[in-house]
């Protein structure tokens, strides 16, 4: 089945810059790949998603890029601000497989 | 967009008893949804698929006679934790989706307590 990794499990960052986390897929048939934000006792929040037919999307402060060929995918959020301090989850599924299977999870600590 | 109500938000149960998790999907029909179980940051670990008018297909290592998933409706399914331990204190979590092809959305979770 599909492995996700998610890399770095920790980033602190300064308000105002920029943030990057990265995930690895190994099964090469996804093709798409979701991001959630999850607040602390909350469910998971769709924050923006990509598929495999376009390599980057753009919502506002937040990105998302896609490299098919390496197999990895990325989560870019400029002019961080501390309402961004969450846990983020990258996650990949086929279409036709209803199944998500999710990174571990990456702990975001936007400094004041 | 679509939206997914999950109720109660929290629990608390005596061990031995039972509790029953509420998932609708409020303004689309779901003919699937998922319920995954979260441990402190930990990410969300797939318990079953919750299919509208057939069994649910659980994931290896789940019990389905302790986690009793029923999809009655395209728009509830109910996850009931039975003969509850303190082990089964967790975090748990419905999914929804629109269709092949769609997104999931995520229930706002409950936090189940076994005393």
């Known amino acids: 089945g599909e492995n996700v990794e998610q890399h770095p499990s920790t980033l602190s960052v300064q308000e105002g810059d920029s943030a990057v986390i990265k995930c690895t897929y190994s099964?090469?048939?996804?093709?798409?790949f979701p991001w959630y934000k999850q607040e602390l006792g909350k469910g998971p929040q769709l924050i923006i998603d990509?598929?495999?037919?376009?390599g980057e999307k753009k919502d506002q402060r937040i990105a998302v890029t896609l490299n098919k060929t390496a197999k990895h995918f990325s989560l870019h959020i400029t002019e961080t601000q501390p309402e961004d301090s969450a846990v983020y989850f990258c996650?990949?599924?086929?279409?036709?497989?209803?199944?998500?299977?999710f990174g571990k999870g990456n702990q975001v600590v936007v400094i004041p | 967009g679509a939206v997914v109500s999950q109720h109660p938000s929290r629990v608390i149960c005596k061990s031995g008893t039972s509790v029953k998790i509420e998932c609708r999907s409020l303004?689309?029909?779901?003919?699937?949804m998922f319920w995954y179980r979260q441990f402190p940051k930990q990410s969300l670990m797939l318990m079953a698929t919750?299919?509208?008018?057939?069994?649910?297909?659980?994931e290896q290592g789940v019990e389905k006679d302790k986690f009793l998933i029923n999809h009655a409706s395209l728009t509830l399914s109910t996850l009931t934790v039975t003969s509850a331990h303190p082990e089964d204190s967790s975090f748990y979590i419905c999914?929804?989706?629109?269709?092949?092809?769609?997104?999931?959305?995520f229930g706002s979770g409950t936090r189940l307590t076994v005393v």
């Open positions: 999914s929804a989706s629109l269709g092949q092809g769609y997104g999931y959305t």
């Open positions: 099964d090469s048939a996804s093709n798409y």
């Open positions: 990509i598929r495999s037919n376009v």
């Open positions: 996650a990949a599924s086929r279409y036709g497989n209803n199944r998500l299977a």
């Open positions: 303004d689309f029909q779901a003919t699937t």
């Open positions: 919750s299919n509208e008018g057939s069994k649910a297909t659980y």
